[in-house]
């Protein structure tokens, strides 16, 4: 089986199973014709289990923990003990955003200050405040990467143009049409090939991809 058919029948994406390869919770069969990795339905069981458990929020580590022979139920154990501490933790935002609440404050008057140092000694003693500020650059690697799609899609457009309008400048003096077709055609397959590198970009980044991988 090819990682496409298992991207598919599994639901998790090319890039995270090579990632779990890479982290060795996942280990595919060569092929000893070609080379590739050749997955079965062992590799695909293994990785329905990692789907669970990343779910859950487990992390990897206690996932390769459970594959080198620890329990579910010892996994889970140690699993409960952090979503308890993320449950106070968001306890206390809630709190905190409570009593902001009820202050009917405008945020230009807001003692921002006082407040940080309030949460700061709080994540002293334990607490974890979420913190959305890795997700502030998200747009802007939606930009960089349409950027990139459309400068290099105008630019071998303008490759197309061009031929084509040497072509019919001096038909006599043009390759044989033929050629003048093929040689067109290499700047339409690139121009093909990154709109298809985009479309996979942006749902990379939709996704959180490279955000998870940082949390592994």
């Known amino acids: 089986m090819k990682i496409n058919e298992v991207e598919a029948q599994v639901g998790i994406t090319k890039k995270n199973i090579r990632f779990y390869e890479e982290q060795g919770l996942l280990s595919p069969r060569r092929n000893s014709e070609n080379g590739y990795r050749d997955y079965g339905e062992g590799e695909v069981a293994v990785l329905r289990q990692i789907k669970l458990m990343r779910k859950l929020g487990v992390p990897l580590e206690e996932i390769r923990r459970m594959q ?3 329990t579910v139920a010892d996994g889970m154990r140690r699993h409960l003990v952090t979503l308890e501490r993320e449950r106070k933790s968001l306890e206390q935002s809630i709190q905190l955003c409570q009593s902001l609440k009820d202050r009917e404050e405008r945020l230009d008057s807001l003692d921002a200050a006082a407040l940080l140092e309030e ?4 994540e002293q003693t334990g607490t974890t405040f979420q913190d959305k500020q ?3 650059a998200k747009p802007v690697r939606y930009a960089g990467a349409v950027v990139m799609a459309l400068l290099t899609t ?3 457009a303008a490759i197309i143009v061009l031929m084509v309008w040497a072509f019919v400048q001096d038909p006599a003096e043009a390759p044989p ?3 003048m077709a093929v040689l067109a055609a290499i700047p339409g397959v690139i121009i093909l090939g990154v709109l298809l590198a985009l479309f996979q970009r942006i749902k990379e980044i939709r996704k959180g991809e490279e955000d998870d991988a940082k949390n592994y």
């Not at 949460?119 to 709080?122: A, C, K």
Request: charged share 20%; no cysteine.
């Open 68 to 70: 080198a022979g620890g």
């Open 119 to 122: 949460m700061e000694q709080l």
């Open 134 to 136: 890795k997700q502030d």
């Open 154 to 156: 105008a630019l071998m």
């Open 177 to 179: 049409l033929p050629l």
